[in-house]
């Protein structure tokens, strides 16, 4: 009797806990559940080699069997619980809700699939001085059904957390700005773990590379949230967004531009989203496309104020 009574009040203290503090209550369960899950990997050989095991390999890599289920458990878990427990089953229909909000305008869809992809051979032809080689049959064969992989795994481990149930409450409290001043670097510090594995080339990882990859987060996630904003909170739109840059550079990357890799790679990705954050900002004046009449740092934007690009 003891006992359980001991449990229920442990239960209540937890969800209480959850339901005052939401957004703190999800990022330390994403962090920390994601954390937990990946230490056998990070401690196996495929990553520090502390433990004499190595994961299973899946298309060349132990990342899906070492990895992936840690990442589902941490960003999107996390949000089903928290909102689970502060909004009940009409909260968990606005959340999945979003992520079922497949039916948006066709430039939304080109904007995914087609900007991301170009601006990284853009990029690639201007580090690489004009040095570009045809990607091969193979490659070209494999970006869909790679793509369709990306949205499966990291798209769908990802964006239902970080977009979906953190940036809205976000925005409405601190701001588009502030809002990506606190999301962006959030999730770049999720995948530091991640750097002591195979994920992150260890053990040839440098400070400098996990640095870089944290700007870049915060820098990327500027434009995605200017994305979600416009495209009516589509988290499909966003996930696509998202995993075409991933796929982008790990089927085409390699093979086209053969003379930028490795450190080199990851500087011509900051210097890239610090140009399309900069200009997003700018062409939003700050506020990366959120509409008007949402409520931002506690108060109502005027009505008369135009939807910003």
């Known amino acids: 009797m003891s006992t359980n009574h001991v449990g229920s009040t442990s239960d209540g203290r937890l969800t209480g806990i959850i339901r005052r503090r939401p957004l703190v209550s999800f990022f ?62 009409a909260g968990l229909r606005v959340w999945v809700g979003r992520l079922l909000r497949w039916r948006v305008a066709p430039r939304w869809y080109a904007v995914a699939l ?47 957390g970080w977009r979906d149930f953190a940036l809205p409450p976000l925005q409405e409290r601190f701001g588009p700005l502030g809002a990506a001043a606190i999301l962006g670097p959030l999730w770049g510090i999720w995948h530091l773990p991640l750097f002591l594995t195979e994920w992150g080339s260890w053990p040839d990882v440098t400070w400098v590379n996990v640095i870089e990859f944290v700007v870049f987060s915060a820098l990327f996630n500027v434009v995605i949230m200017w994305l979600f904003n416009r495209s009516g909170q589509s988290l499909p739109i966003v996930m696509l967004f998202h995993v075409s840059l991933n796929n982008t550079v ?13 450190a080199q ?5 900051v210097i890239g989203a610090a140009v399309a954050a900069v200009v997003t900002v700018a062409l939003t ?5 959120l509409p008007p009449d949402t409520p931002v740092a506690g108060r109502r934007a005027p009505e008369t104020e135009k939807i910003a690009a």
Request: proline fraction near 6%; avoid cysteine; hydrophobic fraction near 55%.
């Open 265 to 269: 790679l990851q500087h011509v990705l």
């Open 250 to 262: 790990t089927v085409f990357w390699a093979e086209m531009f053969p003379s930028v890799g490795g």
């Open 114 to 160: 087609l900007v991301v992809p170009m601006a990284v051979l853009l990029l690639g032809v201007l580090a690489s001085g004009g040095q570009m080689q045809a990607p091969s049959l193979v490659a070209v064969a494999l970006y869909v059904p790679a793509l369709v992989l990306q949205m499966l795994t990291t798209g769908l481990a990802e964006e239902p």
């Open 285 to 289: 004046r700050g506020r990366l496309g």
């Open 28 to 89: 330390v369960l994403a962090l920390g559940l994601s954390w937990l899950a990946w230490t056998p990997w990070i401690l196996s050989r495929n990553g520090l080699g502390v433990w004499d095991y190595a994961f299973p390999e899946a298309f060349g890599t132990s990342q899906f069997t070492g990895m992936l289920f840690g990442a589902y458990l941490g960003p999107l878990g996390a949000a089903f619980v928290v909102t689970a427990v502060t909004g009940g089953r």
